[in-house]
């Protein structure tokens, strides 16, 4: 019994060592996928779908797009669909600075700002809120790896994440991540409040396409599990790397009520 307890203390630390090394792995394999989803320009028309038990099914099309140009990535959402709170939205993140919001309602040509701490506010209403659209690195979250899994055939390493202390505030309090182990993308994503599980992200997986050196999820959802509310977003064009006028990402440009020409 003595020989097999030293036996143990010894491989300990080689066993530590692989579970760094599979962590490290892992975090690279999350720095990639948010890489891939934040690091190209991109521009596109989103349908996206809101329907529920208790809510009547609406439909309606937006305007997406994202740039990023001396350090700051902006993220635009634009409709001109009628009768929905924050109907076009712009955010604005730079690196050590804290998260720039601005909305403008209906047709009235007048822009105002919403602080960042109010990261559940909903994009068009919807089960996607601002937390689940702004660009995110690796670096922080804290990264647990669970193990392997598949999501309709897509071999994937799962991950906790961890908002780390500078990251705190947000609406979740942990996520767990399926990282596809093929391709730089993320499959799925089931998000964890104080309440416990809250929300599902899924991407269709026959949907992933690649695009230049992006690969899109054409079609993707966020269900939430505890009003039984789904969201579906269909990619209808997308562009990548693609050349924007900086006024399209812009205060005066948000407040004008029109779509943007891209």
């Known amino acids: 019994m003595t020989a097999c307890r030293w036996g143990w203390l010894l491989l300990l ?4 060592g692989m ?22 320009d991109l521009l ?5 779908t809101i329907e529920g038990p208790q809510h009547p099914t609406e439909t309606l099309v937006f305007a997406f797009g994202r740039q990023t140009k001396g350090g700051e990535t902006r993220t635009l959402l634009f409709t001109t669909a009628e009768g ?11 690196p050590g600075q804290g998260d720039r919001i601005f909305v403008s309602d209906g047709a009235q040509e007048r822009v105002r700002a919403v602080g960042s701490n109010r990261n559940r506010w909903a994009m068009f209403g919807s089960d996607f809120s601002y937390e689940d659209l702004r660009a995110h690195s690796s ?4 990264v647990e790896v669970l193990g392997a899994d598949r999501i309709d055939g897509e071999p994937c390493r799962v991950l906790r994440l961890r908002p780390r202390a500078a990251s705190r505030g947000r609406p979740y309090e942990s996520v767990l991540t399926w990282v596809s182990t093929a391709r730089p ?21 026959p949907r992933i396409a690649k695009h230049l050196d ?28 693609t050349q924007v006028p900086d006024h399209v990402f812009s205060l005066t440009q948000l407040s004008q009520g029109r779509m943007p020409l891209f």
Do not use: C
């Open 13 to 16: 630390p080689v066993l530590i």
């Open 19 to 40: 579970d760094a090394a599979d962590t490290e792995d892992s975090r690279r394999a999350l720095e990639a996928a948010f890489r891939n989803l934040y690091g190209s």
């Open 44 to 48: 596109a028309t989103v349908e996206l």
């Open 84 to 94: 929905r709170e924050a109907p076009r939205a712009l955010l604005l993140q730079r």
């Open 139 to 142: 670096d922080e979250f804290g």
């Open 185 to 205: 993308v993320i499959v799925r994503m089931d998000y964890f409040d104080r309440r416990g599980l809250w929300k599902r992200y899924r991407a269709k997986v």
């Open 214 to 241: 992006a690969w899109v999820a054409m079609e993707d959802s966020m269900f939430d599990l505890r009003t039984g509310r789904e969201t579906r977003r269909i990619v209808q064009h997308v562009l990548v790397d």
